[in-house]
């Protein structure tokens, strides 16, 4: 089991390390949970709503890992 926001979600952490930020929760500007922003704007926005925190920082790890990907980030986890 992991004992760390990084070792559960690495690419996250790298993220927030390395590129920009994380917003988390609703406001009057966005109906999504999670965010995933940096200086350019936003890269990734949530839905709604999920069963728990846990499974919508699976779908955010999955978007940065897929960022990742895509932009050629080779030191990424």
């Known amino acids: 089991m992991a004992t760390s926001f990084a070792e559960s979600y690495p690419n996250l952490a790298y ?4 590129f920009g930020w994380i917003a988390l929760g609703q406001d009057d500007y966005s109906s999504s949970l999670i965010r ?3 200086s ?3 890269i990734w926005e949530s839905e709604e709503a999920y069963d728990s925190l846990d499974t919508a920082l699976q779908d955010a790890e999955a978007a940065v890992a897929d960022w990742f990907k895509k932009e050629n980030i ?3 986890p």
């Open 40 to 42: 350019g704007g936003m």
């Open 36 to 38: 995933i922003l940096d």
């Open 15 to 18: 993220w927030i390390e390395s």
């Open 74 to 76: 080779e030191d990424a």
